[in-house]
């Protein structure tokens, strides 16, 4: 197994591929080893000393560290602990399958959907590809509230990538959007 890596915006966090699907649909977010107990692959990946968070996309799996640590360090052994995992056979994450988005219903159903809509053709793709993901949180009196995730959060760029280019293309197709706010979870 050949295990790629890909750096990120974010100089903390690096993109492990490994040329096979990591979760079937959605992402999965895991900022501190607490978080992790239903994912093996998470769990693995924590056990290596200086990993302060794990994000898990389709075919990526997003690595954060702590300060006090180098990557030269740590990434051999976090690339061992991702081939360990695939050669395991185990699931990324045990059980159920990460929940949906909920639907939104109310005098702003419409707006939201437009909403969720470029959020998933033309955003998302986009912080995909620098390891991370956004997830859609609310909208209310035209200020959409977002959360970034892997590689995303807390990147030095991430709040130039809300402000000026996700705020700038909603409120572009969006009439009703007037801010994008960030919101931590």
């Known amino acids: 197994m050949f295990i790629q890596t890909e750096s990120t915006p974010n100089p903390a966090t690096l993109k492990f591929l490994p040329g096979q699907t990591v979760l079937e649909a959605g992402t999965a977010d895991f900022p501190n080893a607490d978080t992790a107990k239903k994912s093996p692959l998470a769990g693995r990946i924590f056990a290596v000393e ?5 994000f898990l996309g389709n075919d990526f799996v997003t690595v954060t560290k702590s300060e006090e640590v180098d990557w030269d360090h740590v990434k051999p052994a976090i690339l061992g602990a991702i081939m360990e995992h695939f050669q395991s056979g185990a699931a990324a994450i045990e059980g159920e399958s990460q929940a949906a988005h909920a639907e939104h219903d109310g005098p702003d159903a419409e ?34 509230y977002l959360h970034m995730q892997g590689a995303c959060a807390g990147c030095p760029s991430s709040t130039l990538t809300l402000k000026m280019g996700i705020e700038n293309l909603l409120k572009h197709y969006i009439p009703e959007v007037t801010e994008v706010r960030p919101v931590a979870v």
């Open 50 to 54: 200086g990993v302060s968070g794990v």
């Open 111 to 144: 707006i939201v959907g437009q909403i969720k809509d470029l959020l998933d053709t033309r955003v998302r793709p986009a912080v995909a590809q620098d390891g991370g993901d956004i997830t859609f949180h609310g909208f209310e009196r035209g200020v959409v």
